[in-house]
């Protein structure tokens, strides 16, 4: 416990002032005895892996401010902090609410995010040692908000936080925020037909039709992790990440250097899930794998095939789920077409300090109100999910 010692703050710009030993300590100390971390985008090495290949840093409008908490030399708090000078990669947008700060003579950038770059994965923010949970927490909330003011920042954002996180910043008077996206959630399936039994009728046929057509593509479909993975596949992988992203958000936001460094310090984390034509992968599914769940992350092709990307991303990852009990499974942000595939709609949470108290007053009252219309669409389309209204519904 940390009661009657002083707390010390500090912001480093690079994580190689903190040993990896110490930041694990409070980012996933379930991991101590060998076994997987909850969350591995919160993990040393995979921060390291972003900081290493340049994928954050000056240059990238991602400038680490990684802030710990320390009690008597020991670390027992840390954070992933970041001042940006632009709202790309966070995937929580602000960016009307930068252009209105901007519009009435102030100035929206830089700004701070307590977030892990590009990664819409839910996981905590405020990383403890077990034991200093809510010290922990309000030493590096504060630190945080401090950096923000002591600098004239506008505005500090913690995304993708987890729910009991968020009810602990809105006590103290942070601005709170409600999104959603979709996750398959396993309900204790033996395996994939299982699966498809709790579903409706149409829904079933749907999923078994779109699996047959993905599967006669034309090739093979296989899954690699750990020892498997190659130092050519990253090769594939890359491929796929450029066209994705120049298709969906302009410029890719790893390098490649990320995906070498991956292949050495994190493919024990890393689900590969390949279409494969003449030994050619033609699509393929990067996930990460946590200690009760698949993340699914980047998704790309060289060649179109039909429903090939339902299966490789949603049902392979479902698949892997239950073969290795995993409690679900997040296919990234948004997408309702997800929900006719068994993923359902679940709230995700972020928490906002805003400096100027006028514009930190019509915020909230926005928050208010798409807070309110989040929880009804999450309803509603629960409502519309694929599953099985009545026990006596068809099997067939």
């Known amino acids: 416990m940390t009661s009657g010692s002083d707390i010390t703050i500090r912001a480093h710009g690079d994580l190689s002032g903190i040993a990896a030993a110490d930041w694990d300590a409070c980012a996933c100390p379930e991991a ?6 909850f969350d591995p985008f919160t993990t040393y090495r995979f921060l390291k892996a972003l900081e290493d290949s340049g994928s954050v840093g000056p240059r990238t409008g991602w400038q680490a401010q990684y802030l710990t908490a320390e009690v008597d030399g020991q670390i027992i708090a840390c954070a992933p902090l970041y001042a940006k000078s632009h709202s790309q990669g966070e995937y929580v947008f602000d960016h009307a609410w930068g252009d209105a700060y901007q519009r009435v003579g102030g100035r929206y950038y830089p700004k701070l995010q307590l977030a892990v770059p590009f990664t819409p994965v839910t996981g905590r923010r405020f990383l403890t040692r077990p034991g200093h949970e809510e010290t922990g927490r309000a030493a590096l909330i504060q630190g945080a908000v401090q950096i923000a003011e002591g600098n004239a920042l506008s505005s500090l954002h913690i995304t993708f ?74 090769d594939a992988v890359w491929e ?95 997408g309702e077409h997800k929900l006719a595939r068994g993923y ?16 930190a007053e019509a915020v909230a009252q926005y928050l208010r109100a798409e807070g309110a219309a989040v929880e009804q669409d999450i309803e509603i389309l629960t409502s519309y999910g694929p599953f099985r209204k009545t026990p006596k519904e068809d099997h067939q």
Request: a positive charge; aromatic letters at 12%; charged letters at 25%.
């Open 32 to 37: 101590a005895q060998g076994g997987r971390p």
């Open 161 to 234: 936080c987890t729910g009991a996180e968020a009810e602990a910043g809105e006590r103290i008077g942070l601005l709170r925020r409600t999104g959603q996206q979709f996750h398959w959630l396993n309900e204790g399936y033996a395996d994939f037909d299982a699966f498809l039994a709790a579903l409706s009728a149409r829904k079933r046929k749907n999923i078994r039709k779109e699996r047959r057509s993905a599967q006669d593509f034309g090739g093979e479909i296989v899954q690699l992790t750990g020892a498997r993975i190659r130092p050519e596949h990253w």
């Open 240 to 334: 796929f990440y450029q066209d994705t992203g120049a298709r969906k958000w302009g410029t890719p936001y790893l390098t490649r250097a990320f995906f070498d460094i991956a292949h050495e310090t994190l493919r024990d984390d890393i689900l590969l899930i390949f279409a494969r034509r003449q030994g050619r992968p033609v699509a393929g599914a990067v996930n990460f794998i946590g200690a009760s769940a698949l993340y699914g992350r980047y998704w790309g092709c060289t060649e179109d095939h039909p429903c090939l990307h339902f299966e490789l991303c949603y049902y392979q990852a479902i698949d892997y789920a239950l073969k290795h009990g995993l409690a679900r499974v997040e296919a990234g942000a948004q």
């Open 344 to 359: 359902l709609p679940v709230a995700t949470h972020s928490l906002h300090w805003i400096r100027d108290a006028g514009f």
